[in-house]
């Protein structure tokens, strides 16, 4: 903090700091005013950085997605699918198995999974994400209704936490491609693991 260069050695303290002497409350210096509201914006930064540390760990799916094969590359359908579904859906989130860290299973992409959280009150729930890699569980036709309706091929709504997504038929269509091309047993590990569970 600079001081008053007109009044280096601060002989009128009051003019000098008019905000902290309006703040500071009877009986209370403004000093010590001063170094609680630094305490608490240090305690503000520490949480921030606490927090920032928390979300980026463990990775988000678009971090640990498998590399495209180039057969998807090729397909701009399916990489249009592979950017809603990792970028947009965070389908991976609900849908990959993860281990007792909570780092994702690359080799077991998409394969479905038991959630890691439950609702604090009672609710409709499905405490399972069923394997999506292969579209192993509807006909493609199927699956762009759901994407479109949230609603199951039977017409019942699906079960939180699953989202009752909106996607356009475009859209639709794109995530079903992308799904579709994923090999639905998890597919043998590249010698990076990169190549695992995708084919076409
Ligand atoms: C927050 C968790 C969560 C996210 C994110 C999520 N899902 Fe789901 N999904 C579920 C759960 C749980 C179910 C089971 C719902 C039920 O049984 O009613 C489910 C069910 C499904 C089904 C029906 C499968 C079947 O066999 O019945 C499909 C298809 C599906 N999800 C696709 C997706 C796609 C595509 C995305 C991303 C665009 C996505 N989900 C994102 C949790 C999630």
Known sequence: MKLNPTHPSRPHGHHAYPRARRVATPGTPAGASNRRARAT???????????????????????????PTQAQKSDPIIMRGRY????????ADCHSPRDEKGAFLRDRWMLGS?????PMVPMPWAPVAPPLAGLP?????????????GQRPDG????????PFRFGAE????????????????????????QASLAK
């Open 171 to 194: 859209d639709a269509k794109s995530v079903v491609a992308y799904l579709k091309s994923l090999k639905s047993d998890g597919g043998a590990s590249g010698p990076d693991g990169t």
């Open 137 to 149: 569980s509807m006909t493609e036709a199927q699956a762009m209704a759901f994407l479109q309706t």
């Open 156 to 163: 019942s709504p699906v079960r939180p936490p699953m989202p």
């Open 41 to 67: 914006i240090g305690a503000v930064c520490l949480a921030i950085v606490t927090a920032l540390t928390a979300s980026a760990s463990p990775a988000t799916p678009a971090d640990v997605a498998p590399e």
């Open 114 to 118: 038991a959630l890691p959280f439950q």
């Open 84 to 91: 809603l579904v990792e970028h947009v859906g965070l389908c």
